[in-house]
């Protein structure tokens, strides 16, 4: 009912009470945060911003850092990508992401998220990893050659 449909075909009577169109029609911001709590839906997705908080990171270091498969990771940056949470800049043949910091501030409660997780011992360790990762100097250059 109703949130698959495009704006215009909101047909029903239930369907204009439950989607009023003020709210719907502003910007698209309903269906952004949408896409966002989708995108935050994810373990591995929380994962990965805990470990951008901060940070800029190419796939093979969160491939690293997670203990995941490369595939797998990129198809979880595409959907971060896709809800616009984080940003990516392309250096040669690495493509390194990073937190849209602008979204952080039009969505506060995503920074109170970041902020919430930092505490938990789950993500505390994959920070942890991250420091161990850099003082290991593991960066994609040696993977490669």
């Known amino acids: 009912m109703g949130i698959c449909k495009p704006i215009g ?21 309903i269906m952004d945060k949408i896409k966002i709590l989708k995108a935050l839906s994810d373990n591995t997705r929380l994962s990965i911003l805990n ?18 498969t490369q595939s797998n990771i990129s198809r979880h940056l595409a959907k971060l990508k896709e809800a616009d949470l984080i940003l990516s800049t392309k250096y040669a043949q690495w493509v390194h992401y990073e937190l849209n910091y ?14 919430e997780i930092k505490d938990d011992d789950y993500y505390r360790t994959q920070i942890e990893k991250i420091e161990k990762y850099k003082i290991e100097d593991s960066k994609c250059n040696d993977k490669v050659s």
């Open 51 to 68: 470990l951008l908080n901060g940070e800029k990171l190419c796939v093979c270091e969160i491939e690293a850092i997670l203990d995941n």
């Open 9 to 29: 075909l909101l047909a029903t009577k239930q369907e204009r009470l439950f989607f009023p169109a003020k709210l719907i029609i502003r910007g698209g911001l």
């Open 102 to 115: 602008e979204l952080l501030q039009k969505h506060q409660f995503i920074k109170i998220l970041l902020e």
